[in-house]
């Protein structure tokens, strides 16, 4: 099973920007899918999940960014809008083939694949 995340590049403050993830293997079906980003020296950040039918968000997100799911086709994308200096860090695509309990799924051990990352720099 791979995850590969595209979508990243430089964009200006304020803009937007969509990173999509596709998950190969034929019978792969993760009950979860979702996004991370890390920073230099930081740990990795929760984002966004979808489980099952619920989306979550971290704090980072909220208002800005929307997940979504296309369970067919295997993939899970992130809308990023008004973006700026401060999302400029690396973004990680993250599944999980069993769902967990609402606490634990913005851990990053609770993931079982991810994806290689992609860097996303908004300029000021």
Do not use: H
Request: with cysteine; net charge positive.
């Amino acid at each position: 099973v791979q995850l590969q995340a595209s979508g990243g590049g430089l964009v200006q403050a304020g803009a937007s920007l969509r990173l999509s993830c596709a998950a190969s293997g034929s019978t792969f079906s993760p009950y979860m899918m979702g996004w991370f980003r890390q920073g230099p020296g930081k740990e990795r950040e929760f984002v966004a999940v979808r489980s099952g039918a619920m989306t979550y968000y971290g704090d980072s997100a909220k208002g800005r960014f929307t997940i979504s799911r296309d369970n067919a086709k295997g993939t899970v994308s992130l809308q990023m809008s008004n973006l700026g200096p401060e999302d400029t860090v690396v973004y990680y695509c993250a599944a999980r083939q069993n769902r967990v309990i609402t606490g634990a799924l913005r851990r990053p051990d609770v993931y079982d694949y991810w994806g290689r990352g992609t860097q996303v720099t908004v300029s000021s």
